[in-house]
Nanobody, 122 residues
Framework: VQLQASGGGLVQAGGSLRLSCAAS????????MAWFRQVPGKEREFVAI???????YYADSVKGRFAISRDNAKNTVYLQMNNLKPEDTAVYYC?????????????????WGQGTLVTVSS
């Protein structure tokens, strides 16, 4: 699976952005899809996941502000980010996992997108 993330940019605190991740190469609907983020000098951290059945799970830091969704007809997963905070500034990566169960463990993910930078100014 090839993953192409897009939609990042510069936004003021309190604003919104929608990230997209387009997949190609294999059957998209077979994969759990997730978003992670990374700040330079820190470990990559889990943000949100949507299973191949449509169930979702979020990191506590984004719960109530971010929403993950998928469109299997378009082979795309989205991350709607609202009420953004400066601490949300990071490179955001989408990832695909073919495991039976969903997981937030990075090493479980088979494929990664190239990342898209989100910068939130105060």
């Amino acid at each position: 699976v090839q993953l192409q993330a897009s939609g990042g940019g510069l936004v003021q605190a309190g604003g919104s952005l929608r990230l997209s991740c387009a997949a190609s190469g294999r059957t998209f609907s077979n994969y759990h899809m997730a978003w992670f983020r990374q700040v330079p000098g820190k470990e990559r951290e889990f943000v949100a996941i949507i299973s191949r059945f449509g169930s979702t799970y979020y990191a506590d830091s984004v719960k109530g502000r971010f929403a993950i969704s998928r469109d299997n007809a378009k082979n795309t997963v989205y991350l709607q980010m609202n009420n953004l905070k400066p601490e949300d500034t990071a490179v955001y990566y989408c990832a695909a996992d073919s495991s039976t169960r969903t997981t937030v463990a990075l090493d479980s993910y088979d494929y990664w997108g190239q990342g898209t930078l989100v910068t939130v100014s105060s």
